[in-house]
């Protein structure tokens, strides 16, 4: 065996580990400064997604915490398999993801956020695209894209302290409207997440009544999406078809689906249950069967109490009767 050959690759890897572990430092550190100037406006913006490709997922939370969703093919069950990782600190996300991909993930999803066209290719096209004036142009040195978001930003809307009761009222009734529109937005993406996650098991189990009343049919159909009918308050008696995400969310709430499901597969498919589970949901029913008996036996109970006191009216009636007819006429 050569060892000179041995020697001279060994020398490589042993280098190219030490650069691996400068690179992870100095990305980390890079990172980290990246997080903490850009900390309060990702806080503002309640977080941001940053990948969202099936199967990769990828957001900051509000307090600089990364979500990380990967699915795989579990070579032993033949399943498809989701995992959702936190990811804390700038170190292990670097280790996870190429520090270039984060990046353009974050200047991505922050043009989309600002209402900017897609992947600028300058900062001429950059300004072009968000509306500023070339005499706005930011001197030598400063980040083009930092600037662009800053201009943006200053023309939204400032929060300002209301002058009275009044001004207060329609500062909330505004923002109540526009939180509801973020919130609706999010379980929305949350569904459409589920139904892209749930198509290969629903293909095999086929369509799934959910919730099947006089006033609403949702069901999980064999594509892995959901499809519902709803008569609303105000529609006459006239059915209305649910047939995405975006019109679910008006009319439901994704946790009560979810939940609903997880019944209905329980339901047709006892055995998946866990068994812990189902001897709860066991006791559950009869202690509710146990209930329902008590009241039966109440309300028999009160009905022959009514019949006795009826029986002794009528005693005392016929009572009445013979000491009538025992009178002598006048």
Do not use: C
């Amino acid at each position: 065996m050569d060892t000179g050959r041995n020697d001279l690759l060994g020398e490589i890897a042993a280098d190219a580990a030490l650069e691996r572990s400068d690179f992870i430092v100095q990305s980390t550190e890079q990172m980290r400064r990246f997080l903490d100037r850009h900390k309060d406006r990702i806080a503002a913006f309640g977080g941001l997604t940053l990948i969202d490709d099936e199967p990769d997922y990828l957001s900051v939370a509000p307090d600089i915490s990364f979500r990380s969703r990967s699915r795989y093919l579990d070579d032993e069950t033949g399943e498809w398999v989701s995992e959702t990782e936190v990811i804390e600190s700038a170190a292990e996300l670097v280790e996870l993801y190429n520090p270039a991909d984060v990046y353009a993930a974050f200047a991505e999803a922050a043009r989309q956020a600002a209402g900017f066209s897609e992947e600028p290719t300058a900062s001429d096209d950059l300004f072009d695209t968000a509306g500023v004036s070339p005499v706005e142009t930011v001197g030598l040195g400063e980040d083009p894209y930092a600037a662009a978001a800053d201009s943006w930003a200053a023309g939204q809307p400032a929060s300002v302290v209301p002058d009275d009761d009044e001004a207060a009222a329609r500062q909330l009734y505004d923002l109540a409207l526009e939180f509801q529109e973020r919130s609706q937005r999010n379980e929305s993406r949350i569904l459409d997440e589920f139904e892209q996650a749930a198509a290969p098991a629903a293909a095999l189990i086929g369509d799934l009544v959910i919730v099947d009343d006089d006033d609403e049919r949702l069901v999980l159909s064999g594509s892995g999406g959901f499809r519902a009918e709803v008569i609303p308050e105000d529609a006459d008696g006239e059915w209305r078809s649910l047939t995405g995400p975006d019109d679910l969310v008006e009319f439901y709430d994704p946790t009560d689906v979810f939940g609903d499901l997880a019944d209905a597969v329980a339901e047709a498919f006892p055995a998946v249950v866990p068994e812990s589970e189902a001897s709860a949901l066991e006791g559950d029913a009869e202690d509710d069967e146990d209930s329902d008996d008590e009241d039966s036996d109440d309300e028999v109970a009160s009905d022959t109490g009514g019949s006795e006191d009826g029986n002794d009216e009528a005693e005392d009636g016929d009572d009445e009767d013979e000491g009538a007819e025992g009178r002598p006429s006048a």
